[in-house]
C-alpha cells in the first residue's frame, strides 16, 4: 500500500504539474477511479450485493452520514499530491504525510474508532510510533529539506491525517455492507463528487487547461482503487496505526526510489532518506513483535 501511495503520489504531482492545476488533477484522478469501481460494481455479484446492503443500510439509518464521507479525506489527499509534490519531491511530502497519519493512528485506535475497537498503547506500538516520527525527523536533515516552505509541509501533515481516519472509516463501513469493493466505492464517489465540484469552479474563472498527452499520467485513479481497497480490507485485522505504520515502510522505500530517478526541487540526500527507511522498519517491527503486545 505504501509503495502504491508514492507512486499515485509522483504521477498525481506530475499531472498537476503538466497541467497547472491541482483541482483538476486531482479530478481526473479520482474520477477515472470512481468509473473503474462503478464498472466492477456491475459486473460483480459482490460488487452488486454490496451496492444492496449500503442502499439498505442507509435506508434504515444503521449506516450513519459520517460512515461514507471517507472521501473527503482521500480527495484532500490527492488535491495536496497534485500541489505539493511536484515542488517539494516525494520523500519530502511523505515527511509530513507519515507524522500525521501515525499520530493520529495512535489516538484513532486508542479511542477505537476503527474496526477493530480499542487498540491500547502497549510498549512496543508506542515505541514503534516514536520511531517512525524519528524517521521524520531524519528526513529532514539537508538544505533542500531546510527550504520546503512551512505550508507545503503542513497540508501533507493534514492529509496524513485524514488518511488515518479515512482508513479507520471505511474499514468500518467494509464491516456494515460486507464488501471492500463498495467501502471503496463509497469513498471514490464521494471524493469524486467534491472535486469535480471545486474543479468546475475552477474552470468557469481560469478557463480549461491544456490537458496532456502521455497516458501514464492518468493512472493514479486505477492505483487509488487498489490502495483503497487494500485499506478496507485490511484495517479491521491490523488496526489503523499498524496498517499505517506497515504503509509507511513501502512509502519511504519507494519516495527514495523515485526522487532518486525523479528528484523534485527539494528533499533530503539519498544517504538521509535510506537511513530515514531503516528507521521507520525498526519502529514497524517493534509495534508487532508479539512479545510487546501486553499492556
Known amino acids: 500500500m505504501g509503495v502504491l501511495t508514492a507512486t499515485q503520489a509522483q504521477i498525481n504531482g506530475a499531472l498537476g504539474a503538466a497541467i497547472g492545476d491541482a483541482l483538476t488533477a486531482a479530478a481526473i484522478s479520482f474520477g477515472s477511479g470512481f468509473v473503474i469501481l462503478l464498472a466492477l460494481s456491475a459486473l460483480l455479484a459482490g460488487g452488486r450485493a454490496g451496492v444492496a446492503r449500503l442502499i ?12 461514507i464521507l ?34 493520529n493512528g495512535v489516538v484513532l485506535d486508542r479511542v477505537g474508532y476503527g474496526p477493530a475497537g480499542v487498540v491500547g498503547v502497549t510498549v512496543g506500538r508506542l515505541v514503534g510510533a516514536l520511531l517512525v516520527v524519528a524517521a521524520v525527523v531524519v528526513s529532514l536533515v539537508g538544505e533542500g529539506a531546510a527550504s520546503v516552505p512551512v505550508w507545503l509541509l503542513v497540508l501533507p501533515l493534514l492529509a496524513g491525517a485524514g488518511i488515518a481516519w479515512q482508513q479507520a472509516t471505511n474499514g468500518r463501513l467494509r ?6 469493493l463498495t467501502a471503496t466505492l463509497v469513498n471514490f464517489a464521494g471524493g469524486t463528487v467534491l472535486l469535480v465540484a471545486a474543479a468546475a469552479v475552477r474552470l468557469g474563472i481560469a478557463g480549461p487547461p491544456r490537458l496532456p498527452s502521455e497516458p501514464w499520467l492518468y493512472v493514479g485513479g486505477a492505483i487509488g482503487v487498489v490502495y483503497i481497497f487494500l485499506s478496507a480490507a485490511l484495517v479491521r485485522h491490523t488496526g489503523v496505526l499498524q496498517l499505517g505504520l506497515g504503509s509507511v515502510v513501502g512509502l519511504l522505500g519507494a519516495s527514495v ?3 532518486a530517478l525523479f528528484p523534485g526541487h527539494a528533499g533530503p540526500p539519498i544517504e538521509v532518506a535510506l537511513i530515514a527507511v531503516v528507521v521507520a522498519v525498526g519502529g514497524v517491527v517493534v509495534a508487532t513483535v508479539p512479545r510487546w503486545r501486553r499492556r
Open 56 to 67: 439498505t443500510g442507509v435506508r434504515e439509518r444503521r449506516i450513519p452520514v459520517w460512515m
Open 70 to 103: 471517507g472521501g473527503a479525506a482521500g480527495a484532500f489527499t490527492v488535491f495536496t499530491q497534485g500541489l505539493a509534490v511536484a515542488a517539494i519531491g516525494v520523500a519530502a511530502f511523505t515527511v509530513g504525510v507519515v507524522a500525521g497519519q501515525t499520530v
Open 175 to 180: 464491516n456494515e455492507v460486507g464488501s471492500p
Open 257 to 259: 526510489v523515485i526522487d
